[in-house]
């Protein structure tokens, strides 16, 4: 820096033209009165669009230094209007809406939708038992995959591209758990007010038996390679630190509500779906920080594989969609050779010999089941914590109103308490350790 | 349908009008004559123009919300009223001007709450050892058109983890004013809530700290889950042909 | 480097365009743009048994402005749609846009106030590729058409002779309401 100009840029001749070598000039006068201040607050705004702020979630941070004093979040930009949508299809279409919301737990999404529309139907009693145990299998499959994604993706924001890797690796396992039974690896849609879609396919049992030998094996393999890392328990430690009452002020629940110590789980305190009568623990820890909650999803994943396989054991021959013709659709699904539909004899017999069942099966589809006048709230633990349908009919075909009450949203509110006070490293951990899904958090 | 007992075909043909027949046997969805008129449904697909040549065009169907329930509501129910109206009463309120009325529907216990009085009664839940609803899973609403003078309901689910229980409170605000004080000072949890129901339905919560849209654009105009906005939907080309939105389509109302 | 535009027409420009084609869809970053559920998929995609690596993908890039592919995974939002333009227009060039799954493509089943109804009315595609999620077989099927897509690209006076030709070929095409089909 040539100290004797006071121009802010020196020229210099050269063979394409004159050069201009722009130097400190004035702006270090500039810089040395900033630097004297006291005031050192930067604004940063990370994202939304971040390859560390788990999806379009946009954080403004207040920092000081490496402090971070104040820390905000945007959000809403995966806004989906799903919930107006919604109220323009019938009740049964809406699961397909649904399942898109947090689409890292799609079957917790329907099935909360759908215990909510058989509640405002009053069918809650007539719900075939293999569906109601189906449905749990496939909840609790679901939890095993939402938390590997969550370890998966917290460990790459870290940087652990490994744990990533490893996460992924024993995701496909479930994913194709997911394919074999519904057909499809994400947004199922199988879950159905009445019932399910269809049945088990054959040798849906034995691969489930399978795979949860494979992952309790597996599962061993995220303790060796991150519970007793230093590196990262040096990254997870105190960090992301909630204790119990600000879980309850900020309305956290999960694993956030969990790691603090409080063992609310919506399977004990307000069973659905037969939680009551499975044999499974809810793990605590008091650590009230994201270490404490790595470790709280890896033993749940351990408990989700022990309800797994009760399930598979409870099987039953038998319906998986409710008795009631008026509300049972679809009913007859098979798989055909052009993929799924509706299965050969069942389409012989409402087009080759009853009237009264086509009329019966056209109106069902096009038009859709009424549901009688009212409200209702129907909550399920989902791997992020209270998940609830606020479900309002005006006794139409299609509902009035849809609110999903997700957890994601909620505990996101966290993230300030959190994050305020400490290094802007330990917000990515603190945020990871939420595990929002934005898909959830802004429908 | 004609009517709500979603029989396959034929009774739409019966003569019977569902307006005139609420106690019938067939219609489960009317629950009696005491539930609450919130609109009429006249017609089946949503056409309100022109000749109606389906047959259904001078349908008319009441759409009626389950009405106030009386004592005694059953179940811990009623220790949860009796706890409440005793707590409200040694505040110096009279429980009959803080509860417009309970409902019990579907085994779920609803107090439909004055709105000014919102703040205490929540306060009230949270506080009182024989209560203690301490998590509020946010607040909901619902934009109900037909029910003049108390067009918006604003619907809160408490639980208490303590006693395992779950009630809900609903407030209603009318069009012209929507205003109901914010429950931010008693539950923070609502605080994200609040500014959604205020981004979707255009509900001012008083003493929010900070009322702002949170998930639509900041410029964004007017309250898009609101009944009387419009679903959307821009026309897609496809070989000439226009896509209506799908709020412009066929329905069945 | 711009050198290669300046090329005159011929052998030495075919040959470098071939040189080049390769050397870019040999290499390809893409900008991490990750939205919705097909974001999950894309990061399976990237993750051990569908391997991105083995086409020279696996380095998603944080910064745009080392990238020159963005793989629009899932539903835009009216409120992302801006951001979505600032990191296209942040992308040095050349660059390619996939839009990955139907909401981005066409709004999908979300015709609704709040889905920007297909990417398209933002930035230029280059692969609509359809599906909800697509697969990530489907996404490297994509990306692989791609692939051939830059290595079929032209240079300098070769891109704009293509460039007019499109051109008259969009003037000389006829406009979809008089487009007959089977459908019409």
């Not at chain 1, 998940?387 to 139409?396: F, K, N, Y």
């Not at chain 2, 050892?129 to 899973?137: G, I, K, N, Q, S």
């Not at chain 3, 990955?100 to 609704?112: E, I, L, P």
């Not at chain 3, 051939?148 to 704009?160: F, R, T």
């Amino acid at each position: 820096m040539s100290t004797s100009s006071t121009s802010h840029a020196t020229p210099r001749e050269t063979t394409e033209g004159t050069v201009y070598t722009v130097t400190g000039g004035d702006w270090d006068e500039v810089v040395e009165a900033a630097a004297k201040t006291d005031d050192e607050r930067i604004v940063v705004n990370m994202g939304p669009q971040h390859p560390s702020t788990h999806g379009v979630l946009r954080l403004i941070l207040e920092i000081d230094g490496e402090t971070v004093t104040e820390a905000r979040c945007g959000i809403g930009y995966l806004h989906t209007g799903i919930e107006k949508n919604l109220e323009y299809r019938t009740w049964t279409q809406g699961t397909t809406f649904v399942t898109r919301m947090d689409y890292l737990t799609p079957f917790f999404n329907e099935t909360a939708y759908c215990l909510a529309v058989e509640k405002l139907l009053g069918i809650q009693d007539d719900i075939p038992d293999r569906a109601t145990i189906i449905r749990v299998l496939l909840m609790e499959l679901n939890r095993l995959s939402s938390h590997l994604v969550c370890i998966a993706t917290g460990g790459m924001e870290l940087g652990a591209t490994t744990i990533m890797i490893y996460g992924f690796r024993d995701r496909e396992l479930v994913l194709d758990i997911y394919e074999l039974i519904t057909g499809l690896r994400m947004n199922h849609a199988f879950v159905r007010p009445g019932g399910l879609a269809q049945d088990l396919p054959p040798g849906a049992v034995d691969q489930v038996r399978a795979f949860v030998k494979k992952m309790r094996k597996n599962l061993t393999e995220y303790d060796k390679l991150a519970t007793g890392n230093p590196v990262f328990k040096g990254r997870m430690q105190g960090i992301g630190y909630l204790d119990l009452a600000g879980c309850l002020a900020t309305g956290a629940t999960g694993p956030v509500l969990r790691s603090a110590g409080l063992p609310h789980d919506l399977r004990k305190s307000d069973p659905y779906c037969g939680y009551e009568t499975y044999d499974f623990e809810v793990p605590t820890t008091d650590t009230c920080d994201a270490y404490g909650r790595f470790l709280l999803r890896l033993e749940e994943m351990r408990q989700s594989l022990r309800i797994v396989e009760q399930c598979l054991d409870r099987l039953e021959p038998g319906p998986v969609m409710v008795g009631d013709k008026k509300i049972a659709w679809p009913a007859q699904l098979a798989l055909g050779p052009d993929g799924l539909g509706n299965s050969l004899d069942h389409i012989k017999k409402i087009m080759g010999t009853s009237m009264e069942a086509l009329i019966h099966h056209f109106k069902l589809v096009t038009e859709g089941f009424r549901v009688p006048p009212g409200q209702a709230y129907v909550a399920v633990e989902s791997p992020k914590g209270e998940l609830g349908v606020h479900a309002v009919s005006d006794g139409g075909t299609r509902p009035y109103r849809v609110h999903f009450r997700d957890p994601s949203f909620t505990n996101l509110q966290a993230m300030a308490a959190m994050c305020e006070g400490g290094q802007v490293a330990d917000v990515i951990v603190a945020v990871a350790s939420i595990d929002p899904v934005m898909g959830g958090v802004d429908r | 349908m004609s009517d709500p007992d979603k029989s396959t075909h034929g009774t739409g043909a019966n003569g019977v009008n569902p307006d005139k027949d609420l106690n019938a046997q067939n219609l489960p969805g009317q629950r009696g004559d005491q539930g609450e008129v919130i609109g009429v449904r006249r017609g089946m697909f949503g056409a309100n123009n022109g000749g109606d040549t389906s047959g259904y065009g001078g349908l008319v169907r009441t759409v009626r919300l389950p009405g106030a329930t009386s004592r005694p509501y059953g179940g811990w129910f009623d220790e949860v009223a009796d706890e409440l109206e005793g707590a409200l009463e040694e505040q110096g309120l009279v429980p009959e001007n803080v509860i417009e009325k309970t409902v019990v529907d579907r085994g779920e216990l609803t107090f439909h709450i004055e709105r000014e009085y919102l703040p205490v009664v929540a306060k009230t839940l949270r506080d009182d050892p024989a209560l203690r609803f301490e998590l509020c899973t946010g607040v909901s609403a619902v934009h109900f058109p037909g029910d003049k003078g108390r067009e918006l309901h604003a619907v809160y689910h408490l639980r208490s983890i303590t006693h395992t229980r779950l009630i809900r409170l609903e407030v209603s605000a009318p069009d012209g004013d929507p205003h109901i004080p914010s429950v931010v000072s008693v539950y923070p949890t609502n605080d994200w809530h609040e500014r959604e129901v205020y981004d979707f339905f255009g509900l001012i919560f008083d003493g929010h700290p900070a009322l702002t849209r949170i998930m639509m654009p900041d410029d964004w105009q007017g309250f898009p889950q609101r009944k009387d906005y419009p679903l959307g939907g821009i026309p897609v080309e496809y070989k000439g042909a226009q896509i209506p939105a799908p709020d412009q389509r066929r329905s069945y109302s | 480097m711009g050198l290669e535009e300046k090329l005159p027409s011929g052998f030495l420009l075919s040959t470098v365009e071939q040189a080049a084609g390769w050397v870019r869809k040999s290499s390809v970053f893409p900008a991490t743009f990750g939205l919705a559920c097909c974001a999950i998929e894309m990061m399976t995609t990237g993750a051990g048994r569908y391997d991105l690596a083995r086409f020279g993908m696996e380095v998603f890039r944080g910064s745009p402005r080392q990238a020159d592919l963005m793989i629009v995974a899932g539903r835009v939002s009216q409120k992302m749609a801006p951001v979505l333009r600032q990191v296209y227009d942040q992308m040095p060039n050349p660059k390619w846009v996939i839009s990955m799954g139907v909401c981005a493509s066409t709004g999908g089943m979300f015709n609704n106030y709040a889905i920007v109804q297909g990417v398209d009315h933002i930035v230029p595609v280059d692969i609509y590729l359809p599906g909800c999620p697509p697969r990530p077989e489907m996404l490297m099927d994509a990306i692989l058409k791609l692939h051939e897509k830059i290595q079929g690209s032209k240079l300098g006076v070769n891109a704009e002779e293509a460039a007019r030709e499109a051109e008259e070929a969009a003037l000389k095409a006829l406009p979809t309401i008089e487009l007959k089909g089977l459908l019409r």
